[in-house]
């Protein structure tokens, strides 16, 4: 079955920088864009970066683009979210996600990035 586990997340300073690494099992990853999102207290969840399944497009969204970078790695099966200059408001869990074909979702357990002094 399908299986995402995120990790990476920590505590962090403004202005700092984290990387999140998704572990992807029970599916041919290659063949599927995948994404990151976040979701912070009392907000909806948000999508922070979408990559293409060879890796060849990315895009992000509005309030990270110029600091957060997605990547894969196919032969892994791993992507991954490079985050720079962290601020507050990036304070979130944040998931990795999977969308078939069919529409369906899949999600990970998440990992917790808090950025504050």
């Known amino acids: 079955q399908v299986q995402l586990v995120e990790s990476g997340g920590d505590l962090v300073q403004p202005g700092g920088s984290l990387r999140l690494s998704c572990a992807a099992s029970?599916?041919?990853?290659?063949?599927?864009?995948m994404s990151w999102y976040r979701q912070a207290p009392g907000k909806e969840r948000e999508l922070v970066a979408v990559i293409s399944s060879a890796g060849g497009n990315t895009n992000y969204g509005d309030s990270v683009k110029g600091r957060f970078t997605i990547s894969r790695d196919n032969a892994k099966n791993m992507v991954y979210l490079q985050m720079n200059s962290l601020k507050p408001e990036d304070t979130a869990v944040y998931y990795c996600n999977l969308r078939r074909l069919s529409g369906r979702d899949y999600w990970g357990q998440g990992t917790q990035v808090t950025v504050s002094s």
């Open positions: 029970g599916f041919t990853f290659s063949s599927y864009p």
